[in-house]
Nanobody, 113 residues
Framework: QVQLVESGGGLVQPGGSLRLSCTVS????????MGWYRQAPGKQRELVAH???????NYADSVKGRFTISRDNVKNTVYLQMNDLKPEDTAVYYC???????WGQGTQVTVSS
């Protein structure tokens, strides 16, 4: 049974940085495309960043140039480095195994002064 566990969220001031981690167990992580999504209060869940098994990435326009997705196939972990955070980045962030359609429990990111 696949499990995804996110960590690294928290409260940060505008302009600050956070790094989210998502560790996966129970699947052949290295061959699966992974994604980071977020859901703000009252809004639909949206794709933030995606990475293929080969390391090809793409990003939502709203985070291009500020966020970086990466993966470590030895540690079965996908990361989301978030820089220059803005209040509109406030949301619960989820990772997803895009092949198995499996989700983590989410981690809260709050950007506020």
């Amino acid at each position: 049974q696949v499990q995804l566990v996110e960590s690294g969220g928290g409260l940060v001031q505008p302009g600050g940085s956070l790094r989210l981690s998502c560790t996966v167990s129970g699947s052949i992580f290295g061959i699966h495309a992974m994604g980071w999504y977020r859901q703000a209060p009252g809004k639909q869940r949206e794709l933030v960043a995606h990475i293929t098994s080969g390391g090809i990435t793409n990003y939502a326009d709203s985070v291009k140039g500020r966020f970086t997705i990466s993966r470590d196939n030895v540690k079965n972990t996908v990361y989301l480095q978030m820089n220059d955070l803005k209040p509109e980045d406030t949301a619960v962030y989820y990772c997803r195994d895009n092949i198995l359609n499996a989700w983590g429990q989410g981690t809260q990111v709050t950007v506020s002064s």
